[in-house]
């Protein structure tokens, strides 16, 4: 579905009023920092914000259809620029100067503002940073410049003291797995376990619902789990080697063992009421449930989280992992 109105969007409501009273009074600042997890549509609501500046629509901005929408749209209106960078990780103080600098001072082609808006903002370096600071600084009153960033504290200091700042929260699971069924063509089952990894992302969870290698590395940590039991050291330290070369495919370990004991935690505490993420598994996660006392499950679900917590320093991975596997195997390692 193409979005080109803010009742388009799901959720951030907060966000949607903010920059449609903005648009609507004319009261847009200068400068944005719009930051929030991967995959929540901070660019999107970055274009959106740029659109209703620029519409032509009395009332209800983005209108999505006055000439000004529409060029937006289509990506061919001269005054929302978005900037580019060839380096996948990098946008250079190049890229800054000849987007965005050399051209900020020549007025709007059109009546109005003039919107730049920097995707990945946190990928420009110091001098980049440093030579868009001037036009942050001193801005032609008719220019806007959006920020957009998974990674606020990457930009330095003098940059945030001149940015108003704003940040996407989190989408609650239901809305997530609604938006998947309604829009992605998901089972419900499937709809259920994206919505869980995907930490109140829609676009996580589309990502994870297109992913084969999520389906698989899902499918053989589940496995891990189920036989943890039985399962000789030799094989979970060979897992744990193979796994922990991808810090993210660790983190996807980790939520999984996250959800699957808080699904026996859940079952454990409610019965056949329960509402599980895992559905296909409820056989398990009953059996589980009744052999497992509710101080084992709460260490494991601690561990995990603190296991999740180091992994932001330098911690051996593949310990981490070994000990976490073999405790919920074998209960009586000491991390």
């Not at 259809?65 to 250079?92: F, Q, R, V, W």
């Amino acid at each position: 579905m193409e979005i080109t109105g803010f009742s388009d969007f799901i959720g951030q409501k907060r966000i949607k009023d903010y920059f449609a009273d903005a648009a609507k009074n004319d009261r847009a600042g200068h400068a944005y920092i719009l930051s929030g997890m991967k995959g929540s549509g901070k660019k999107t609501l970055a274009r959106l914000f740029g659109m209703a500046l620029l519409c032509g629509s009395g009332e209800d901005k983005p209108c999505g259809t006055c000439h000004s929408c529409k060029m937006a749209i289509s990506g061919n209106h001269p005054d929302l620029i978005t900037l580019t960078h060839e380096k996948p990780a990098l946008i250079s103080i190049d890229e800054i100067k000849e987007q965005l600098v050399s051209g900020i001072q020549v007025r709007p082609y059109y009546k109005g503002k003039k919107i730049y808006i920097i995707p990945d903002s946190d990928m420009m370096n110091i001098r980049a940073q440093n030579a868009l600071l001037k036009s942050i600084e001193e801005p032609p009153a008719y220019a806007v410049i959006i920020l957009v960033t998974d990674n606020p504290s990457s930009l330095i200091p003098t940059i945030h003291s001149r940015c108003s700042h704003i940040s996407t929260v989190p989408l609650p699971n239901e809305t997530v797995k609604d938006y998947l069924i309604k829009n992605a063509a998901a089972g419900e089952k499937e709809a259920s376990i994206c919505a869980a990894f995907a930490g109140g992302s829609i676009g996580n969870a589309y990502d994870f619902l297109r992913s084969e290698n999520f389906r698989e590395d899902l499918g053989r940590t589940m496995d891990l789990i189920k036989r943890s039991k039985n399962l000789p050291s030799n094989e979970i330290f060979a897992f744990s080697k193979e796994a922990s070369s991808d810090r993210t495919g660790v983190l996807q370990i980790l939520d999984t063992i996250l959800l699957v004991y808080r699904d026996i935690l859940m079952y454990k505490t409610m019965g056949e009421q329960a509402s599980l993420t895992f559905i296909d598994e409820t056989e398990y996660i009953e059996s589980k449930a009744r052999e497992t006392d509710y101080n084992e499950i709460g260490r494991v679900i601690r561990s995990t989280e603190e296991l999740k917590g180091r992994l932001r320093s330098n911690v051996n991975v593949q310990a981490g992992l070994d000990v976490l596997l073999l405790n919920i195997s074998e209960p009586v390692i000491s991390q």
